[in-house]
C-alpha cells in the first residue's frame, strides 16, 4: 500500500473515531443486539430499523477503541438503505478483506470500507474490525441476545 493512500486511511479512521457517526440510541429500533470484543474491550450496541428486508436506519452506542469505533461508525453508513442480502454480502467481503490471504484483493468492491485494509497486518486488531460485523449478523439473523467475538 502507497504510504499517502495509508494516511489518507488513517484519517479517515480517526475522523470516525473523533465524530461517530449515527452515535445515538433509537427508541423504536426493531432490532437491538449487543456486541462485546473481550479481547481488546470494545462494546457496542447496534440499533436496526427494518422495512421489510430492507436496513432503513442503523445506529449504535458503546465504547471502544478507534479501530471498532472507525469500523461501526462506517458500517452504519454504509448498511442503511441496503437490504438484508446486501449487507451479508458486504459482511462476506468485509471479512475476506480484513482476514484473507489474498493480496489482491479488490478495494474498489469494498468502496469507503477499505480504509479498515489495513488491520489485516495487525491480527490483534481485526477483532476490533469486525466485531460491528459479527453484531450486524446476529442482528439481521434476528438473534436478540449478546454476541461475543470470543
Ligand atoms: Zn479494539
Sequence with gaps: MFDD???????????HNRNPRNFRVMDNADRKVE???PLCGDRLT???????????EASFQGSGCAISTASVSLMTEIIQ????????ELFKKFHEMTTGKDEHFNL???GKLAVL?????????VKCATLAWH???AALK?????????
Design 46 to 56: 447496534l440499533f436496526l430499523k427494518m422495512k421489510g428486508n430492507l436496513i432503513e
Design 5 to 15: 493512500l495509508r494516511d489518507l486511511y488513517q484519517e479517515v479512521i480517526f475522523d
Design 117 to 125: 485494509a489495513g488491520v489485516r497486518e495487525y491480527p490483534a486488531r
Design 108 to 110: 474498489e468492491a469494498i
Design 142 to 150: 434476528n438473534e436478540q441476545q449478546s454476541i461475543s467475538t470470543e
Design 35 to 37: 456486541g462485546f470484543n
Design 81 to 88: 438503505g441496503k437490504t438484508e442480502a446486501e449487507a451479508e
Design 135 to 137: 453484531t450486524l449478523d
